[in-house]
């Protein structure tokens, strides 16, 4: 079984920069795709980035160009920097990750990042 645990989130001003962090821990056989979701109040939750065992990512349109997404695969961990932040980025960030020898879907526990005006 493995487990994911985001840290990172927090306050910031609009045109900062935040960085979120997801461990993944427990018997690990493999580790595929990884993922940050996000979710504001009133809307669905949507995928945000996504990098793969191999190191290839994706972007959703709001976010490329100021968020970047990466793994270290001997620490088991993913990143997600966010640079020039904004009002409409506030959100509870969750990450999600398919692993093990059935290739489960594994979410983490969220991490709230708001941004002011």
């Known amino acids: 079984q493995v487990q994911l645990v985001e840290s990172g989130g927090g306050l910031v001003q609009a045109g900062g920069s935040l960085r979120l962090s997801c461990v993944a821990s427990g018997i690990i056989s493999r580790i595929g795709t990884m993922d940050w979701y996000r979710q504001a109040p009133g809307k669905q939750r949507e995928l945000v980035a996504r990098?793969?065992?191999?190191?290839?990512?994706n972007y959703a349109d709001s976010v490329e160009g100021r968020f970047t997404i990466s793994r270290d695969n001997a620490k088991n961990t993913m990143y997600l920097q966010m640079n020039s932040l904004k009002p409409e980025d506030t959100a509870v960030y969750y990450c999600?990750?398919?692993?093990?020898?059935?290739?489960?879907?594994?979410w983490g526990q969220g991490t709230q990042v708001t941004v002011s005006s």
């Open positions: 990098v793969t065992s191999g190191g290839s990512t």
């Open positions: 999600h990750a398919n692993a093990g020898w059935d290739w489960r879907d594994y």
